[in-house]
């Protein structure tokens, strides 16, 4: 019933910014913790930022803290990911996902996942 469908991927220069949303359907957003994941070729799906149900508390991998920000609105059933100073090494399929629990890892604890979208940074 729960789907999530994320946009915003693209083409971007080194240094440059761009905007991932994630729309979720068919249940009670506020309910959920959600996640923002990716996957580059050749290697695994990475988390790299989580946010509880009110927003209050969040996550950041090392590959992303201080450039990316994550946040979510309630209202709108939207999740958002804010990526500032760009990096070749940030090319990669990204994924927004839903978890019904308390915990943002491993993958395996979210419920709902996205279809991704192509994030490509040009160098």
């Known amino acids: 019933q729960v789907q999530l469908v994320e946009s915003g991927g693209g083409l971007v220069q080194a240094g440059g910014s761009l905007k991932l949303s994630c729309a979720l359907s068919?249940?009670?957003?506020?309910?959920?913790?959600m996640g923002w994941f990716r996957q580059a070729p050749g290697k695994e799906r990475e988390l790299l930022s989580g946010?509880?149900?009110?927003?209050?508390?969040?996550y950041y991998s090392d590959s992303v803290k201080g450039r990316f920000i994550i946040s979510r609105d309630n209202a709108k059933n939207t999740m958002y990911l804010q990526m500032n100073s760009l990096k070749p090494e940030d090319t990669a399929v990204y994924y927004c996902?839903?978890?019904?629990?308390?915990?943002?890892?491993?993958?395996?604890?979210?419920?709902?996942w996205g279809q991704g979208t192509q994030v490509t940074i040009s160098s």
């Open positions: 068919g249940g009670t957003f506020r309910q959920y913790s």
């Open positions: 946010i509880s149900r009110s927003g209050g508390n969040t």
């Open positions: 996902a839903a978890n019904s629990g308390t915990m943002w890892y491993p993958s395996s604890v979210y419920d709902y």
